[in-house]
């Protein structure tokens, strides 16, 4: 069974710091999404990795993928109240008919101005 | 909007009752997803459906029924549920083309009684 155990589970921060969520796994997957889920809707995807070693900025927001396709990371610098909610990675294993998303717990991130 | 259509957002429903959940997407995705959140668990898949062709069954129990009439629309039909089985049910929709990012619908919030 692959399971994907990310941390911190629960953040809580002042504007301005910056943040580190890690995902980890024994499992290889072929790609690793991170998504972002706000109270009453569904996940949005924030963005995919899918080489090892890869890095990906979104803004604020600098993703990591392991070099072995295991971990990934989200550093998120000088986080702003607007950052809050719930952030999820999800691996999957190899896009074939019948594969899906296997999620980790989530990190609920509060930033406080 | 996400491009996928949910209904209803919210159902209370009685213990031997039978209602529907719906989802809907017109993005030309070709492979549909019912996942169950719970609290403090993480998204659990329910079923895959490839071109039309349901997957995998994840071991749900019987009272959840699926049904993928075209490639366009999933239902899921609930029957006899337990108040175990209230949590926000989400329908995501991903194309088997390459693209590996998932779109969630906003999802369906239940609660048994």
């Known amino acids: ?113 | 909007e996400t491009g996928v259509t949910q209904t209803p957002r919210h159902l209370v429903m009685g213990m031997t009752n039978k209602k529907s959940l719906k989802c809907e997407q017109h993005l030309g995705h070709n492979a549909m997803y019912w996942y169950k959140q719970s609290a403090k668990k993480p998204l659990e898949l329910m079923f895959v459906y490839s071109l039309e062709e349901r997957v995998e069954n994840n071991s749900v129990p019987s009272r959840f029924s699926p049904e993928c009439p075209n490639s366009s629309h999933l239902f899921l039909h609930l029957h006899t549920l337990q108040p175990e089985d209230s949590a926000l049910y989400l329908c995501a929709s991903k194309s088997m083309r390459g693209d590996y990012g998932y779109t969630f619908g906003s999802g369906t919030r239940l609660t048994v009684v």
Request: net charge negative; proline share 4%.
């Open chain 1, 1 to 113: 069974t692959q399971l994907l155990e990310q941390s911190p589970q629960f953040l809580s921060i002042q504007e301005g710091e910056n943040l580190t969520v890690y995902c980890n796994s024994s499992s290889v997957f072929s790609s690793l999404q991170w998504y972002r889920q706000e109270p009453g809707e569904g996940p949005v995807l924030l963005v995919t990795v899918v080489t090892g070693g890869e890095v990906k900025k979104l803004k604020r927001l600098t993703f990591q993928f392991g070099d072995a396709r295991k971990d990934s990371s989200l550093h998120i610098t000088a986080a702003q109240p607007g950052d809050t909610g719930l952030y999820l990675c999800a691996g999957e294993a190899f896009p074939q008919a019948g594969t899906a998303l296997i999620f980790g717990k989530g990190t609920t991130l509060s930033v406080s101005s």
